[in-house]
């Protein structure tokens, strides 16, 4: 039994720490057989890392003096924070990297980046306080974490039908004037607010426009499409949107989702809503017309206007609902008929 244990705890002979050249006299440390980078905190100037490297590790190359760096193939990892805080202005990401961790680049002077058809995963804030402009998402890519390129001044970006959910914030605070939500995205959180953004495009995916979605943007028009079941609270909250229909299959307007719209005139909701939250419409000093003839008036702000054609069609629909049919019931030899708005066969009856 002693001996079993004394064999656990025995180091695996394998194991060695190589160390390279990365600048003047510093160096950065890979952990082998793992192949994992760390300590090249000190690092400056242009770096070729060794191709023993597997994993970048997290703060690799945190707060270097590294202007370039191009990353082998070996490398199918790109730690937390790996690169973040470094003059970096170029990198080569080899077609090998499946995951790019958070804050891996935030706080460098990166202007462009080509990932690779490799990468799966971007993390939260990857990309953040970047000089980044332009940015094209790999067809690989399904998750686009929390701020991953928040605080630059992108004014371009591609996001592919791979993705599948894109991170609170992950585009707020860029230079971002429109933008084409891919339709294998089924929620919109606020990943776009607070941009100069004066056009999006969301697509019959989308079942829930969420929190702050769009908040302090500048979108002067919006289709929502007949996917949409509930609009969360901020959802378009200090635009510049004139009118809005927001489309009979949402059944839920939380809290204040439309505050704030100076500029907004009228606004169409549907009549079958199941809950309107408060303050939806609260300063929009502009609303002379809201288009509605359910059972919430006594909750908006104006008095609103019930279409003919829309009241006809909720008459015919209760007359519908009251509307008595008669069905045929049978047991054995015995026939029954009944009538009733809806009808059923008594006990021991089957329709006929």
Same mark, same amino acid.
């Given at each position: ?20 050249p990365c600048g003047g006299t510093a160096t950065y440390s890979v952990i082998m057989p793992a192949g994992a980078a760390l300590d090249g905190t000190n690092c400056s100037g242009t770096l070729v890392i060794d191709d023993s490297v597997k994993i970048i590790g997290d703060k690799a190359f ?12 070996? =490398? ?20 090998? =990297? ?64 791979? +993705? ?23 929620? *919109? ?12 495009? *969301? ?65 169409? *909701? ?67 008929? +009944? ?14």
């Amino acid at each position: 039994m002693v001996a079993g244990l004394l064999a656990t705890a025995t180091p695996n002979a394998s194991a060695e720490t190589r160390t390279f050249p990365c600048g003047g006299t510093a160096t950065y440390s890979v952990i082998m057989p793992a192949g994992a980078a760390l300590d090249g905190t000190n690092c400056s100037g242009t770096l070729v890392i060794d191709d023993s490297v597997k994993i970048i590790g997290d703060k690799a190359f945190l707060g270097a003096r590294l202007t370039s760096v191009t990353i082998p193939n070996s =490398v199918t990892t790109i730690g937390e924070r790996a690169f973040a805080d470094t003059p970096l202005t170029s990198v080569t990401m080899p077609n090998s =990297v499946t995951t790019i961790g958070e804050s891996a680049f935030s706080y460098t002077q990166l202007t462009s980046i080509t990932m690779p058809n490799s990468v799966k995963t971007i993390g939260r804030f990857a990309f953040a306080r970047t000089q980044l402009t332009s940015v094209t998402i790999p067809n690989s890519v399904t998750t686009i974490g929390n701020d991953a390129f928040a605080y630059t001044p992108l004014t371009s970006v591609t996001i592919p039908n791979s +993705v599948t959910e894109i991170g609170a914030q992950a585009f707020s605070y860029t230079q971002l004037t429109s933008v084409t939500i891919p339709n294998s995205v089924t929620y *919109i959180n606020s990943a776009f607010s607070d941009t100069p953004l004066t056009s999006v495009t *969301i697509p019959s995916s989308i079942t829930k426009i969420g929190r702050r979605a769009f908040e302090n943007t500048l979108l002067t028009s919006v289709t929502i499409p007949r996917s949409v079941l509930r609009i969360e609270s901020y959802a378009f909250a200090n635009t510049r949107l004139t009118s809005v229909i927001v489309p009979d299959s949402v059944k839920i307007i939380d809290n204040l989702a439309f505050t704030g719209n100076l500029y907004l005139t009228t606004i169409s *909701i549907p009549d079958g809503l199941l809950e309107l939250g408060e303050n939806v419409f609260e300063k929009n000093y502009s609303l002379t017309s809201i288009l509605y003839c359910g059972r919430f008036s006594a909750f908006l702000p104006i008095t609103p206007t019930c279409p003919p054609e829309r009241q006809a069609l909720i008459d015919a629909a209760a007359k519908a609902a009251t509307k008595k049919t008669t069905i045929t019931c049978v047991k054995g030899k015995l026939i029954k008929k +009944v009538t009733a708005v809806k009808p059923v066969c008594p006990a021991g009856y089957k329709k006929k």
